[in-house]
């Protein structure tokens, strides 16, 4: 019989007593959430990787302050999320963003085929133009409005559990979806059926 | 279909674009690896000190008996060398200045002054240039 995985307050205080391998558990747990945020907001794979580094180095730094007021999943978010707006102020600075580094191994994925065509089969054999339009659209969202958007459409988080990640109301995190949906509708016009 | 519901749909598509297989296994060990290279990249100091307070302080006692404690000890040094540093500083210096002075200082006569009350303090007028010294140009030669 299998031996149910410790919960995340068990490896926390593990993890605070200086235990680093209940920290590695933290890290494969989180990683593939965190993953989906931080890439849904950058759109590229290579920042998501160096940004989840040391989004992972900082959770390690600050443990000790953890003191549990919430849930280490809201914890690691609210981190993630901020040092990702962080991060994507400078990279405006630095640069504009290129598009080109789109995944192209999502084409070929035959969920991805058949979630298109139940949306547009018109479009079917535009995949590749779909996704690059649904990222340059999600590009163009403000970043506050694109963290709304990828954790509400994308990850499927309730309103109130974004809530306490932004550390804003439930109103305003409603009030985002509405309208960073209302700007996606106008630059999705062509994909979306009448 | 209801656009906000359409726009939603298209949103979920999203959630297909994943890194490659293996990619989180691959993570896991870039992280460690980094992890071990901040401890050993950093300084020797720091580590010794950390060791230092590591051993000091042991887990359960709260932070402020140490500071407590911390206190104490400066108090009590401070009472046990103060006094003896005080009694020293006011007698020695004191009376060798004095018995010099006293074989050394001429004896001659002290003319009479007239002593007046200077002026209050309020009363100082400053000239100030007529020119600002921030408005001349820094470049000119």
């Not at chain 1, 550390?167 to 062509?190: D, I, P, W």
């Not at chain 2, 060398?81 to 001659?108: F, M, R, Y």
Request: proline residues 7%; charged residues 25%; positive net charge.
């Amino acid at each position: 019989m299998e031996t149910p995985d410790p919960p995340d307050q068990e490896l926390v205080a593990r993890t605070q007593a200086g235990d680093a391998r209940a920290y590695d558990e933290l890290v494969r747990r989180y990683s593939p959430r965190l993953y989906g945020l931080v890439y849904n907001m950058t759109s590229s794979h290579e920042d998501t990787n160096d940004l989840l580094q040391e989004i992972f180095a900082k959770g390690y730094r600050s443990i000790k302050s953890f003191q549990g007021k919430s849930s280490f999943h809201t914890w690691m978010h609210t981190i993630s999320v901020n040092m990702t707006i962080n991060f994507l102020k400078k990279r405006n600075r630095r640069r504009t963003m290129s598009l080109d580094d789109v995944d192209s191994g999502v084409l070929n994925d035959p969920d991805f085929i058949e979630a298109t065509s139940s949306v547009d089969p018109s479009n079917e054999a535009n995949l590749g133009e779909l996704q690059k339009k649904l990222n340059e659209s999600l590009m163009k969202l403000s970043h506050d409005h694109r963290a709304v958007v990828t954790m509400f459409d994308i990850q499927g988080m309730p309103h109130a559990e974004i809530a306490k990640i932004l550390k804003v109301s439930e109103g305003t995190v409603r009030s985002r979806l509405f309208y960073a949906h209302k700007q996606l509708q106008n630059l999705l016009r062509e994909f979306i059926n009448p | 279909m209801d656009h906000n519901e359409s726009v939603s749909r298209l949103l979920r598509l999203k959630r297909y674009e994943q890194p490659p297989p293996g990619y989180y296994e691959d993570f896991l060990s870039e992280f460690q690896c980094r992890q071990r290279a901040e401890v050993i990249q950093r300084p020797l100091w720091a580590i010794a000190r950390d060791r230092v307070l590591r051993f000091l302080t042991p887990p359960s006692a709260p932070r402020l008996v140490m500071a407590a404690s911390f206190a104490a000890v400066v108090l009590a040094s401070t009472l046990l060398i103060g006094p003896e540093a005080q009694v020293s500083h006011l007698s020695g210096p004191d009376e060798k200045t004095s018995l010099s002075l006293a074989g050394t200082a001429p004896s001659l006569p002290m003319p009479k002054t007239s002593l007046r009350p200077s002026k209050p303090v309020s009363s100082v007028q400053y000239v100030l240039p007529p020119r600002p010294v921030g408005y001349a140009s820094a470049r000119t030669f």
